[in-house]
């Protein structure tokens, strides 16, 4: 378990050198953070830094040692930093999926994995890694081969530093993920959708979802082109808006959904996550149709009460627990 002190000296430590690198060598805070977590990970100052800075972080550094540290709390000091320096940013793509909601999208994948030793695993739109590494510390007793894609370049050096200080084997590819895609299909896929439109409207009319005049909307043909890289009956956890089928673009989403899809479960996530009721979100899971696809009775749909509330939550995870049993493992 990740206790607090722990995040907290390690936060210390990535912030103070971060703000040095920041203010000595005139970079953004984001990627003076990318300085620090190449410098924390290598265990090496780079000798081109002036010398006043290499002995500022040489003292900082000795404070603490990332072997000592488990790979939670490594993950929930870096957010910590990534979180401060997205308050600088304020780019509308820089958001991060919620801790709360990134645990609970693993622990989902972990049940659908249950029986597996090995699976591969991509998230499209991998942001600086945070839900992906979440994913993947409660995966712990799997083997993972695991690809991100990110066309953002700072967020992906984030998600490199982020990835390599947990010890995690991530292959990431700097591209639009609507281009494209070199990486082989895979057993599952993860994503915290960024909502809005596509700007190249020739690209998203060779997609099912893709409006035939005007522009299309990103994050659903971020669903169609990761589910065409899902192995046939391979599993999809979406982080998307909780209008998704209410949309002017929805009837073209679900078209595409009937042939090519089945829905699994919708989790309405707690009101209180988001600023406002335009901004709330729902975890859509799928399953790709192919030979073996399980067809269960009925999907799983929840409204996820506030996950402070322990209770409330515990009769949510008794009904997961219990459709696992009846629709999931039965067809096993």
Known sequence: MSTFKDVEKMFIVMDNSTTKIKDKLELTYLDALVETGENLFFQEIPKEYPKELINDLTEEYKKVNLTEFGKEELR????????????????????????????????????????????????????????????????????????????????????????????????????????????????????????????????????????????????????????NHLKDTGIGVYIVPNNLFESEQADLLKNWMKDTVTVLGLFQLPESLFKSKVHEKSILILQKNGEGAIKPKQAMLAQLPSFSNKTGLAKVMEQINEWFKTEWEREK
Request: proline share 5%; charged share 20%.
């Open 76 to 227: 929930k000091a870096f957010q910590l930093a990534v979180l401060k320096g997205m308050k600088e940013a304020v780019q509308p793509h820089h958001a991060m999926t919620p801790d709360a909601v990134a645990l609970f999208t693993g622990y989902l994948v972990q049940k659908f994995i249950k029986k597996a030793e090995q699976i591969t695993l991509l998230d499209p739109v991998t942001g600086s890694g945070n839900l992906l590494t979440a994913v993947l510390n409660q995966l712990k007793e799997k083997q993972c081969d695991v690809f991100g894609v990110e066309v953002d370049e700072t967020l992906l050096r984030l998600a490199w530093v982020n990835a390599n200080i947990q010890k995690h084997s991530v292959e990431l590819f700097h591209q639009d993920v609507i281009k494209p895609l070199y990486a082989d299909p895979v057993d599952v896929v993860v994503a915290d959708l960024p909502v809005g439109y596509y700007p190249d409207d020739e690209t998203a009319k060779g997609f099912k979802v893709g409006e035939k005049d005007g522009h299309t909307f990103a994050h659903h043909l971020i669903m169609e082109q990761s589910v």
